[in-house]
């Protein structure tokens, strides 16, 4: 919630969550009854990423924000949604893309294996940390069989399992690293100043907005992101910030401050990011929705696709339908991961033992369940949205929250944001501009998208890391649906004590992604853009058509890939104000730096530092909403 509201960049923390789930459950293993394997691991993660990311599910940072804040009386706003309402819409959408990722499971991970390589690393993360402590093989279980669980092991253990001293000293990296980052946290309160250094110089600070936001947990979220998007990002903010902005200002169509949304260059940028966004979703979705047919044209002809493009089945191959059997079907975890490789095959991976499944009688009900709980709190929440639009948006949710899935998989980018402008521009067609909640009506429909985009990703990469691992699906299924109360809930509660001691938006929770919801919203309605902004829109929306098509289709998985800017992070670049995306940007640099000295060993010890960096400020910036509700002052 604290990130989100921040910046809209919200991390699924998959390996941090894994890594500090293992350490809590490690210091306590002497008062456990039941040792910690790596079947509990997974569980334990994938209910910690069902929490943490609900403020992004159910648009505690976006969505709500717009709606209480932006919205126009000409709109029908402000709304302001009352605590019980705010948990009630939470709960509403926190299911139904949960029930219908579960039968997705079989096609995109045991018949297609599609990488999921957040999912694939975490798994590679948790086989090392408890590689060395169970040699015996008891993590093996009955869900998965011995295939995955003992070669995944095996494979940690052959390329250096950690031992006790070693451990040691990961768990010291994390608690200075957390100590750091709490402390930093404590005395940005009491001197904000830090939170925007003017490293280029004051008139570039005051007129231009480029300043540094030391922020540690920025800095390990660029850790996490990598250099490729934390790059990408950072030419987003050089061209927005650093060319647009003094253009638009010059040629008077943002004559305002830089900073003011309404007459600044702010306001000015976040229509060309928006164009970024809404053509890289476009075209990524048109990608996703076109490569099965595509994939069956090439099969025909007797071709599998490898990385970037396609090329014949040898002889072999053809013959067993996949890799030679002398290659072994599992070659290593880890290599596979250093490799980039997704060897795609005719033959599907063996599935875990079907009383380790979900009930398909489950998985029905269940979705028709929380379809209906999400009909009625669209009713009770937002009484302006018609039956017929609420059915629509769920529906609608369902079908673009398979795209979502599979670009995930496929990408390791889930594009809840392009997701919800596309149902936008969809709703745009279906309620007209006369109706005067029109507005509201595509915001909330918006909403419903990136929510069941959200979660179907969610659970569909955790349910990865836990097929590699070894667990069973329905265990995690039922510590989704658990995570997701409790984040529905929590998120809610934690949403309005933001709301109430900071103001939003304001200098330390801008909410920039409330702006880009509502100006998606009165741009689909004809409102128009500002002066200026059409042109550069329009190319940029160009250019970016071009670019995703070479990364997700035409170049895909080549050398030259990382070298090509995506949309979404350069986007994010652009409608951020450059404190932020230049903090992740030193923790891209110093993944870079780290990778080039020591390879891909020692990746583990880097998430450590990057987890205890993020976990540090999250924490304590709870202190600091305490000590601002109890109006202590700032020095």
């Not at 040691?168 to 904000?192: A, D, E």
């Not at 050089?238 to 169509?253: E, N």
Request: with cysteine.
């Amino acid at each position: 919630m604290y990130f989100g509201l921040q910046t809209g960049w919200v991390s699924m923390m998959s390996m941090p969550s894994s890594l500090i789930g293992f350490a809590i459950f490690k210091s306590l293993a002497h008062k456990l009854r039941l040792p910690f394997t790596p079947v509990e691991n997974v569980l334990v993660q994938t209910v910690a990423v069902a929490v943490g990311s609900m403020p992004l599910s159910a648009g505690f940072v976006g969505v709500i924000p717009a709606l209480e804040r932006l919205l126009e009386p000409s709109e029908g706003g402000p709304i302001f949604v009352s605590t019980p309402k705010l948990i009630f819409w939470g709960l509403g959408v926190a299911f139904f893309g949960v029930f219908f990722a579960v039968p997705l499971r079989k096609q995109v991970i045991i018949r297609e294996k599609l990488k999921f390589p957040s999912g694939t690393a975490t798994a590679l993360m948790i086989s090392v940390l408890h590689g060395q402590e169970d040699k015996s093989g008891n993590t093996e279980s009955a869900a998965q069989g011995p295939s995955h669980s003992t070669t995944l092991l095996t494979d940690a253990e052959n390329d250096g399992a950690q031992d006790k001293s070693d451990w040691k000293k990961k768990t010291r990296v994390l608690f200075y690293s957390f100590v750091v980052s709490g402390i930093y946290t404590l005395i940005s309160y009491f001197f904000p100043i830090i939170r925007n250094l003017p490293i280029f110089g004051l008139p570039a600070a005051s007129q231009w907005l480029w300043t540094l936001n030391p922020s540690p947990a920025y800095i390990g979220q660029g850790i996490v992101m990598g250099p490729e998007t934390t790059g990408h990002m950072l030419l987003g903010a050089v061209i927005g910030w650093g060319v647009l902005s003094p253009l638009a200002k010059s040629k008077g169509w943002a004559p305002g401050p830089a900073k003011n949304w309404a007459t600044g260059s702010r306001g000015w940028l976040v229509w060309v990011s928006l164009a970024v966004m809404l053509a890289d979703s476009v075209i990524s979705l048109s990608g996703i929705v076109l490569e099965p047919f595509i994939r069956a044209v090439f099969s025909k002809g007797g071709l599998r696709r490898r990385r970037g493009g396609y090329e014949p089945l040898t002889a072999e191959e053809d013959e067993h339908g996949g890799e030679p059997e002398t290659s072994g079907r599992f070659s290593g975890l880890r290599r596979r991961f250093k490799a980039g490789v997704h060897q795609e095959d005719d033959t599907p991976e063996k599935d875990a033992d079907p009383s380790f499944l979900v009930p398909p009688v489950v998985v029905l009900w269940g979705l028709v369940a929380s379809g209906i709980l999400c009909i009625v709190a669209i009713r009770v929440v937002f009484g302006q949205v018609p039956l017929y639009a609420t059915v629509v948006a769920f529906l609608l949710a369902l079908i673009l929250s398979v795209m979502g899935v599979r670009a995930l998989g496929q990408t390791d980018l889930n594009p809840v944001s392009g997701i919800s402008k596309l149902t936008q521009l969809i709703f745009a067609l279906i309620v007209p501009a006369s109706n005067p909640a029109a507005v509201v009506i595509n915001l909330v429909a918006g909403a419903v998208s990136e929510a069941g985009a959200q979660q179907a990703g969610d659970i569909m990469q955790d349910l990865k890391t836990g097929h590699l691992i070894g667990a069973a699906p329905r265990a995690q299924f039922y510590g989704q649906l658990i995570g997701s109360v409790f984040g529905a809930i929590i998120s809610a509660l934690v949403y309005r004590l933001y709301s109430v001691v900071y103001p939003i938006p304001g200098e330390l929770l801008q909410v920039p992604t409330a702006y880009v919801w509502i100006d998606c919203s009165r741009l689909v309605y004809g409102e128009g853009l500002p002066n200026g902004s059409w042109w550069f829109s329009m190319g940029f929306a160009a250019i970016f058509a071009v670019s995703t098509m070479l990364r997700g289709w035409i170049l895909k998985g080549t050398a030259v890939t990382p070298w090509i800017p995506g949309g979404i992070a350069f986007a994010v670049g652009m409608y951020n104000t450059p404190s932020f995306t230049l903090a992740r940007a030193i923790g891209g640099a110093m993944q870079w730096s780290w990778n080039r000295r020591f390879g891909s060993d020692g990746q583990t010890m880097l998430v450590v530092l990057a987890s205890g960096l993020i976990l540090g400020e999250g924490l304590l910036s709870i202190v600091n909403l305490l000590m601002a509700s109890l109006g202590v002052p700032h020095l």
